[in-house]
């Protein structure tokens, strides 16, 4: 009997010479990274832009009001500002590359160094939530898709929805209001309590981490207990989004062929779920994981302002406010870098992942 | 021959929803033993839901009832959840139809089939790798130790039907349901794939139930043939027989079956009596 | 035709009704007119979207009816009875200058909805041009409006309006134009994905050969197919953008004071809450519950319009 195997097509079908690994591996990249760099151009010209429409003058920013005009003049030559914009934006694109995003005017630092400052903080607050959003949502996605329609599935959904409906600033208020003034279970805003504050020895800049590893647990916990009020708020939104996703795409398995396959073999609804269908949403779910840490960077803004937590949202929305033009501009490149590339992770995550597309 | 594997009384299968209720399968009594039985239905007969009710797979919403329901000794309609598992794929197994679906995409090929035999049967993964490759044999895959480390995706129709009748076989089932196993293949596939399920089936003295909308694949293939409508069996027959059915609708669907034998200009289509859904029916020719 | 005219002269209930459950349709609109019959029919059974949609009118009565509805003038401040917990006199209690929250919470809902329907109508018609035009089109159209779209849509959202607002400068009408500016990117792509399925059809293909321009097909058959899934998505995103310009009213950069904005109101009656704790709660639950109604219907309605979903 005829075995026609109908395999993947292999290059060296006939005598047609192997294409040039390089030329692939080149084509591939481009492919990939060409969208991606001119994003981040558009990017660039949008912060600049953003920048210059700031409605506070730099030169009077730094010299206030009673300058000279001469030493107007002269700081204005010196921030580039009496040169046509399109030198302005090259300047400023020059500067990206090397890092340097001009000086804030908040702090008279360096704004990289301002942000290298104020990152850790955000980081840290950030992880913490999404490994509360990720450890609860996925399995309450996938509970919700199995037992779907009953008053588990309703009830998740129901905590979901709050998640995402209920303004995160609002929920931090009420959460000190009881947690902290009220009950007195965590501590209140900023990372760390006054007393404790230099005790720490800034290795990582992750204070959870910076105390364990010296072993000052009584910090520690004090850490934690300011922490661990914003990071579940922060998760809490995390979460809705991705028990929202995880149980829609779950579904989506569960109505396949291969679902019923597995039962008829035998296998209990529970291995079914999490051994056949779970596998065939890992991907999808990895991608909304990323995609829901870009969006805590957003929820981290309104957080940060609540907590008074010393992260990069309480920085940019101070120099919004301030109108310091430079830290507007680096901050904001910075968050759409971010986001760029968790977008670019997730698209590699697939072609990886996925043995369909290879 | 021995007591039947299944013997079914008056099933009934009904759907509750919001529109109010519909009853799918309308009482409908067979049995089969150690033979190949063909279900012949167009789609909405009722013959899948037949089918999957004897795994108690059936969709959500569905109510099952019969008189009996019987594998051999076991109850199905009693069993519950745990007994149905050891039922399931040991005893009574199903082939689905298009294997570019009922394959998980995610799983080597292999792997799917060793589960399959480890579920009902201890043993360790390398004497289930050696059955499976075995099994993989027997469906007449040559290369089986390549198949066995490829995704779905990367075989064949046909090869991918001869997988899922190997992943089905291999626990040595009683009684295997095929649900249109032919339907998704292309045609000079089909009749591959059906005659190493005869082999299988016939050396192992497996029980078949065979459905599907083609009435010329059902003659020639099966022992015995249930034709049904509308939620009922309107005729219960040897194979051999079917050249002298009874009831209008067989009739009808013989009739307008293309044959070689006998041309004509054109094909009759069958015009539905609505008197079948509740008129008689027959079993072996007799009015029942 | 006579049905038509029968009906529009003649809308007794039983009339309409009749003319609504006619089993074939006479005429295009007597066909569109039954399918919003039947959606509206399936939207009854699904009760939380129907929960949304109350909430959704009531909130747009109180809009309406403010005046009428306000017990007390929402500017006017008595420091003697300031901070005061919920009473007859101030049903929802007074907040930190003395004005009375119930009635600074009916104003209230008239700048939340202001601001989510004048983003939506703005947002909704940009989105679904661009879209449509960039999807249809395609060639380097599409690669240039797309890039744009893909700048925008690398910001969070709230970033991208804060970001507009500094630029602008606080006020509503700025954080209007700052929300509308980042909202428009998702629905571009939404339209956009839409019209690269739509394209393929064979009913375009057919309209093309008898000659109809571009300009013809994306307006008169593209966009009235994308229309529904935009309805869906713009009214979920009301859900956002009210918590974007909350959140805007927080930080100081939305209304601004007096002005009764939910998230300004929120903002003002930070430092006092620890104590007071219900003029940072009401608002915050209005901004809630109003979002709430809109997810709700919004998943309501993408359950009739777009059955694949849920």
């Known amino acids: 009997m005829a075995d026609i195997v109908h395999s993947v097509p292999r290059s060296d079908a006939g005598n047609m010479a192997r294409p040039n690994p390089l030329l692939v591996v080149l084509k591939v990249v481009g492919k990939i990274l060409l969208p991606v760099l001119v994003t981040l151009f558009g990017l660039a010209a949008l912060t600049f832009f953003i920048g210059r429409m700031l409605p506070i003058d730099p030169v009077v920013a730094i010299l206030g009001d009673n300058a000279t005009q001469e030493a107007y003049d002269n700081m204005a030559r010196a921030l580039g500002l009496d040169k046509p914009l399109w030198y302005q934006f090259g300047i400023y694109v020059r500067g990206i590359l090397s890092l340097d995003f001009g000086q804030a005017l908040t702090t008279g630092k360096p704004v990289i160094e301002d942000i290298a400052r104020v990152f850790p903080a955000t980081i840290e607050l950030a992880t913490l939530a999404i490994i509360i959003g990720t450890g609860l949502g996925i399995p309450a996605g996938v509970i919700a898709a199995m037992y779907r329609g009953s008053w588990i599935d309703q009830g998740i959904r129901f905590v979901g929805l709050i998640g995402y409906s209920a303004p995160n600033f609002w929920l931090g208020l009420m959460g000190l209001v009881l947690f902290y003034a009220s009950l007195g279970w965590i501590g209140g805003p900023g990372r760390i309590d006054f007393i404790y504050e230099f005790d720490i020895e800034p290795i990582t800049g992750f204070y959870l981490i910076d105390t364990a590893i010296q072993g000052q647990w009584e910090v520690f916990r004090n850490v934690f207990s300011h922490i661990i009020l914003p990071a579940s708020i922060l998760g809490f939104g995390a979460l809705a989004y991705i028990s929202r996703m995880t149980r829609s795409f779950m579904i989506e398995q569960l109505g396949q062929e291969y679902i019923v396959t597995a039962r008829v073999k035998g296998l209990s609804w529970g291995r079914t779920v999490w051994v056949h269908a779970f596998r065939n949403v890992v991907v999808q779910v990895m991608t909304v994981v990323a995609l829901s840490y870009a969006f805590l960077l957003e929820g981290a803004v309104l957080t940060e302002t609540v907590f008074a937590w010393p992260g990069f949202g309480r920085y940019l929305t101070n120099a919004l406010l301030v109108g310091d033009m430079n830290a507007v501009v680096g901050c904001s490149l910075l968050v759409g870098i971010i986001f760029v590339s968790l977008n670019l992770l997730c698209d590699l995550l697939y072609r990886v992942f996925d043995p369909r597309t290879r | ?288 | 035709m006579t049905d038509k005219a029968m009906t529009s002269a003649n809308f007794s209930s039983s009339g309409l009704l009749a003319w609504l459950r006619a089993p074939v349709p006479t005429s295009p609109f007597h066909a569109r007119m039954q399918q919003f019959w039947i959606q509206a029919w399936r939207l009854r059974s699904n009760v939380p979207a129907l929960f949304g949609l109350c909430v959704i009118i009531v909130i747009l009565l109180a809009a309406l009816l403010a005046p009428l509805l306000a017990t007390h003038d929402i500017y006017e401040q008595n420091l003697a009875m300031r901070l005061l917990p919920a009473s007859a006199e101030h049903w929802l209690g007074t907040d930190e200058l003395g004005r009375d929250v119930y009635s600074r919470l009916i104003y209230g809902a008239r700048i939340t909805l202001y601001i989510a329907l004048l983003t939506t109508v703005i947002v909704a018609p940009i989105g679904l041009l661009v879209g449509t035009t960039a999807g249809y089109l395609g060639g380097w159209v599409d690669t240039v409006l797309m890039r744009i779209v893909d700048v925008f849509l690398a910001f969070p959202n709230l970033i991208l309006a804060l970001a507009f607002v500094a630029a602008l400068g606080p006020g509503i009408q700025n954080a209007i134009i700052a929300i509308s500016l980042a909202s428009w990117p998702p629905i571009a792509r939404l339209a956009r994905a839409e019209t690269l399925t739509i394209r393929k059809s064979d009913y375009i293909a057919a309209v093309r050969l008898q000659g109809a321009s571009s300009f013809r097909i994306i307006f008169g058959h593209v966009v009235p197919m994308c229309i529904p899934s935009v309805i869906v998505r713009v009214t979920l995103n009301m859900a956002a953008i009210i918590l974007t310009a909350a959140g805007l009213g927080f930080l100081g950069l939305g209304a601004q004071p007096p002005s009764p904005e939910w998230g300004t109101m929120l903002s003002s009656g930070r430092e006092f809450v620890m104590t007071s704790w219900w003029i940072a709660a009401i608002p915050g639950c209005a901004i809630l519950l109003t979002s709430l109604a809109f997810n709700l219907f919004g998943d309501g309605l993408r359950d009739i319009l777009d059955p694949r979903h849920g």
């Open chain 2, 1 to 288: 021959m021995d007591k039947p594997l299944i013997d079914v009384k008056d099933l009934r299968i009904r759907f509750e929803s919001a529109h109010g209720s519909h009853e799918a399968v309308r009482g409908i009594s067979f049995t089969i033993g150690r033979e190949k039985v063909g279900i012949v239905g167009e789609s909405g007969s009722g013959k899948s839901l037949t089918g999957r009710s004897l795994l108690k797979l059936t969709p959500k919403g569905a109510k099952i009832t019969a008189a009996h329901m019987r594998f051999r000794g076991t109850d199905l309609l009693a069993a519950g959840e745990k007994e149905m598992r050891t039922i399931r794929g040991n005893h009574i197994s199903m082939i689905l139809q298009d294997p570019k679906y009922s394959l998980n995409p995610l799983m080597r090929i292999g792997n799917q089939i060793v589960e399959a035999y480890r579920l009902h049967h201890k043993a360790r993964p390398a004497e289930a790798k050696t059955k499976a490759l075995a099994m993989l044999e027997s469906v007449h895959i040559r290369e089986p130790e390549r198949v066995f480390d490829l995704f779905p995706h990367e075989v064949s129709g046909g090869m991918g039907q001869r997988i899922m009748i190997a992943m089905m076989l291999i626990p040595e089932p009683d009684l295997i349901i095929a649900d249109e196993p032919t339907s998704a293949l292309d045609v000079t596939v089909r009749r591959q794939v059906l005659t190493i399920l005869d082999e299988l089936v016939s050396r192992r003295g497996t029980g078949l139930m065979f459905i599907s909308h083609d009435l010329n694949l059902v003659a020639s293939f099966c022992d015995r043939v249930l034709v049904m409508y509308a939620g009922r069996i309107m005729e219960d027959l040897p194979a051999r027989d079917l050249h002298s059915a009874r009831h209008p609708y067989t009739q009808a669907l013989l009739e307008s079956l293309p044959r070689l034998d006998h041309p004509v200009d054109e094909l009759k289509v069958p015009l539905r009596d609505p008197s079948w859904l509740n008129g008689s029916v027959y079993h072996n020719g007799a009015l029942i």
